[in-house]
């Protein structure tokens, strides 16, 4: 046990050095040591005892904080008093009975030890669990711990049963034991607690976060899949004599690095369950001539077809303007996203499935080898392939809703044709709501800000859109704007995005874009500041910092920042809020006047059910010179 807290400190201390902090910002391990930390607050204010075991065997040896402060020189416990209780928890690989207490964000399951005041994880668990776990590796705080078994099932398991063989062993969609709005629910909570430890704002700054929207499809929605394997393992003479072990392809086991095989995964749609069957089998028969592992990609393709299929296909309520017809730009009336009616459930909104109407769906091998699945519904028809190489070209269709007040509401379909490869997201069935949602952030409600009247609600005129990817929001959002500015690092999806916009028939003089980095949109702005709106939507390490001090000098009258993780979307929020902290705060006070904002509303998205990740959107708006103490 001595060992291990000279490893656990070694290793605090190399990530110190690394990081110039404690723990990374946002990852996991960030996210897991305030909750682990708060939880702790609580149990200790609460006065509870907690009611875990650890068997009947007491730990070894029991490390005070002082000999880990005095090792890592300085290291500060996050909260005051907190890790004054340090000690281990149990022997390494002792199997212990636990009472999981609490779901953290990372989505495991948390059990308090109040002897020994300290956490442990165990993965797939839910409070009211009585788990039995088996400790691996000691965090100081908290340990980690296999999941072993449920000795008695909490009540929020009942009537659920995980869709997935490997369930409880692979490291993806650790939620599954749990209703899907229970899984809402949670991620609600995710924002809520992302917000509250990560942004540095008070609580009257942070509005009430709304209900989490869901994905239409809780199963069978992922459109891109990413297994994996290792190379062959050479033993002499055996790679000769083909007699190598068949590959293993899939995904990586819970807590380990060591791959699992998946024969199916069933959050990936239909075709992509056709695709993985098949390239898993190429690779098993060519396996002999890889030197080295490789990631399989799986990504659909839909081409669609309008037009009505049969006399008696017409759904309710469905009317057709000629547009429909038109491919690749069509505008409908119909469309199966826009029964949008929220299903009334406490605390969530889950849209209505696009497949609800489908009138009818086939497989089949026009070429051998490549499957395609036709689905008919009552306006179009879909033929959805796949593709496995990186540079070839994948096309999705998103259907945003631009007045829903109309009967039936008014849409538009957009087509987006982009590199395999290339980042696009990832779940086909939320994303006519979700930019739907966006679309209607747009503009500030009437009375937002002191310049934004009633009789002037349309005083933004511009768009920029910084990480835009292939437009998926310039493109979409444009018909609100004048004209619209897109940005991304990657040339391939600037490309895509240029070619889409055509596409759509968006003239680039409507929908431009810039290949480089978001931080150089703020350096020739064509747009006035207080007449634009600025789409962020960066990858999950958040916006760097000149991108922020950049945009808060440049002061766009609007903000909706897009984030694939609500931690770091929190912590820049908190910077456009308050402004930034420390040395960066000095440095900013030397360029003159800067903007803040205040927050709006806040939301999580779906855009992976059974999993523990969640999408958030975040609205802000320009504090006005004069307006400052607003903003608290
Ligand atoms: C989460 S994706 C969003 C893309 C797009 N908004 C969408 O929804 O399809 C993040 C994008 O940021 C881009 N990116 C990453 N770092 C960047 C940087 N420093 N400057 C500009 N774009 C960047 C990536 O190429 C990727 O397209």
Redesign the pocket.
Known sequence: MKRNLQKEIARKRRKLERDGRFLPEGSNDEVIEFEVVELLSKVKLDGTNGNTQYGDKEPAVAATNSEVEQALGGFKPLSDGIANDLKPPAELGQEVELEIVQLSSTGDGLAYNGAMNHIIIVPFSVPGDRVLAKVWKWEGRHSLADFIKVIHPSHKRDGVTPQCKYFAKCSGCQLQMLPYTEQLEHKREIVRRAFQNFSGLKPEQIPEVEPTMGSPMEYGYRTKLTPHFDGPKRVRGQQRAGLQEPPVIGYNMKGKRQVMDIESCPIGTDILQQGLRIERAKVEKHFSQYKNGATILLRESTQREYGQPRENAKAPNSKETTEAKADPVSFSTFSPTQTQTDIAKPNTSIPSNPHANLLNTQLTHPTAGHPTITTTYPTHTDHKTYTSDNSALATEYVTVTIDPNTTPPQTRTYKFTNIAG????NNNSILGPFTSYIYSKCLPPPTTTSTNTPENPANIKYLL?????????TLTLSPLFTSSLG????AR?ISSARQNALANALPDTSCGFID????ALFADVPYPPDQTLC?I???RKGC?RA?LRQLRRFGPRRVVY?S?NVHSQARDVGVLVNGFTGRDAAEEDEEGYMYKYVVESVRGFDFFPQTGHVEGVCVLNRVEMGEEGESG
């Open positions: 290339s980042f696009f997201q859109d910084a990480y835009s990817g292939s437009g998926l929001f940005i991304d690092v990657d999806s480089a980095d978001a931080s789409v939507d960066p990858p760097d991108f897009v694939c």
